[in-house]
């Protein structure tokens, strides 16, 4: 069965040093692939998605991610983070269009000043 | 655009009560989904309809709950009688049919707490 992990429940980060976040995720061949981050009390935003192609991908808000199919991972980075990027990231892997996404169980990002 | 609506934002109820959760997927989009977030378990689906159809409800917890679909731009989660585990943040997600990948736009949420 298909599953994302995130290692890191919380990370905190010091306001404009650069930013990692990891995944990994368990399938069988190359799955869709997407981050989202969720403020208090909000939705789910989309910040980025790998379908094909390029496995560096571009992000809102200065989000990136980094496909790597022998490492089973797509981990986000930014180069400097901002007070206002504390959150929760999640990752989450799609298998084909038109189904679910599962989700990993979120990283709570803490930006300290 | 709107957005996925969903209401209410917040509801507090007894354990016991029939709660009914609401949403309005974006319009035009052909798939709607819900799911329940807790600090224990996270993000879990629940259910997810295509056309209105459900097509997978493996997520649903227990016959307590049940969801439906009955136009292209209205579903409801129902849970009947409630339970205090109940208690957790509901999402709703839609996405049109024919965007590769399954990215999927999520509505700010229901958060239900049973006492």
């Known amino acids: 069965a298909q599953s994302v992990t995130q290692p890191d429940i919380h990370i905190t980060v010091s306001e404009g040093a650069s930013l990692e976040l990891r995944c990994n995720y368990s399938?069988?061949?190359?799955?869709?692939l997407f981050w989202y981050v969720q403020s208090p009390g909000q939705g789910l935003q989309l910040l980025l998605k790998y379908f094909s192609g390029d496995t560096l991908v571009q992000g809102i808000k200065g989000f990136e991610a980094e496909f790597k199919r022998s490492q089973s991972s797509f981990n986000l980075r930014k180069p400097s983070v901002h007070w206002s990027d504390a959150a929760e990231y999640f990752c989450?892997?799609?298998?084909?269009?038109?189904?679910?996404?599962?989700f990993g169980k979120g990283t709570t990002l803490s930006v300290s000043s | 655009d709107a957005g996925v609506i969903q209401s209410p934002r917040h509801e507090v109820t007894e354990m016991g009560q029939e709660v009914t959760l609401r949403c309005k997927p974006i319009s035009g989009h052909d798939y709607l989904f819900w799911y329940r977030q807790t600090m224990m378990r996270g993000l879990e689906l629940l259910i997810y309809?295509?056309?209105?159809?459900?097509?997978?409800d493996s997520g649903m917890p227990e016959d307590r709950f049940s969801a439906k679909m009955p136009n292209a731009s209205f579903s409801t989660l129902k849970i009947q009688p409630s339970e205090p585990r109940d208690s957790a943040v509901y999402f709703c997600?839609?996405?049109?049919?024919?965007?590769?990948?399954?990215?999927?736009?999520f509505g700010p949420g229901t958060r239900l707490t049973v006492t």
């Open positions: 399938y069988g061949a190359t799955p869709y």
């Open positions: 997600a839609s996405r049109p049919s024919g965007l590769a990948g399954g990215e999927q736009y």
């Open positions: 989450a892997v799609g298998v084909q269009a038109g189904t679910a996404l599962i």
């Open positions: 309809f295509n056309n209105n159809v459900p097509i997978d």
